[in-house]
T-cell receptor, first 114, second 112 residues
Framework: DTGVSQNPRHKITKRGQNVTFRCDPI?????LYWYRQTLGQGPEFLTY????????KSRLLSDRFSAERPKGSFSTLEIQRTEQGDSAMYLC????????????FGEGSWLTVV | GQNIDQPTEMTATEGAIVQINCTYQ??????LFWYQQHAGEAPTFLSY????GLEEKGRFSSFLSRSKGYSYLLLKELQMKDSASYLC?????????????FGTGTRLLVSP
């Protein structure tokens, strides 16, 4: 069990560019979540996958955001035409029926849009 | 929607006991979680309560009262490394069964 892995850990990009983050959940975890966190705030839910199906999306996830989990294992979160307000830490988490009620977070991907 | 309230900041002394409160409003309650988050790091799971009462795990304990919409996290024998943010999160049928909704977190500063 290597934990939830995210990369890149840090990304600085110019406004208007596209960025993509990758998340590798704990192996055999069928549930995967994306959250966004800004300084001084708690994580805000973005989207949730069960296996490859995206079952829930927050209203925070505008048309510029898209997430995929093509084979029910790793997931990607893409942000198109980035804006300065997108600067945040993007957290991935995973869980499974076997993990009971525990949701495990990755170390996050920091995005700075300049 | 959900409303989760916790104090913004608390201070305590090494070796002391501190209680961090969390109140919530939701329907279809299905569990309350506490996470610890050090600056710049990911949240790490501390505790889970779904029934009323106290859950003890080493130096950390968590209490839940569903009728009052209230929980607390109790930290005993505080250590300097306990300086971190403590996040209260609620899961409910209201907002989607699987996801957690977090409070803004309580920043705890432990001094010598």
């Amino acid at each position: 069990d290597t934990g939830v892995s995210q990369n890149p850990r840090h990304k600085i990009t110019k406004r208007g560019q596209n960025v993509t983050f990758r998340c590798d959940p704990i192996s055999e975890h069928n549930r995967l979540y994306w959250y966004r966190q800004t300084l001084g705030q708690g994580p805000e839910f973005l989207t949730y996958f069960q296996n490859e199906a995206q079952l829930e999306k927050s209203r925070l996830l505008s048309d510029r955001f898209s997430a995929e989990r093509p084979k029910g294992s790793f997931s990607t979160l893409e942000i198109q035409r980035t804006e300065q307000g997108d600067s945040a830490m993007y957290l991935c988490a995973s869980s499974s029926d076997a993990s009971g009620n525990t949701i495990y977070f990755g170390e996050g991907s920091w995005l700075t849009v300049v | 929607g959900q409303n989760i309230d916790q104090p913004t900041e608390m201070t305590a002394t090494e070796g002391a006991i501190v209680q961090i409160n969390c109140t919530y409003q939701t329907s279809g309650f299905n569990g309350l979680f506490w996470y610890q988050q050090h600056a710049g790091e990911a949240p790490t799971f501390l505790s889970y309560n779904v029934l009323d009462g106290l859950e003890e795990k080493g130096r950390f304990s968590s209490f839940l009262s569903r009728s009052k919409g209230y929980s607390y996290l109790l930290l005993k024998e505080l250590q300097m490394k306990d300086s971190a943010s403590y996040l209260c999160a609620v899961r409910s049928f209201d907002t989607g069964f699987q996801k957690l909704v977090f409070g803004t977190g309580t920043r705890l500063l432990v001094s010598p």
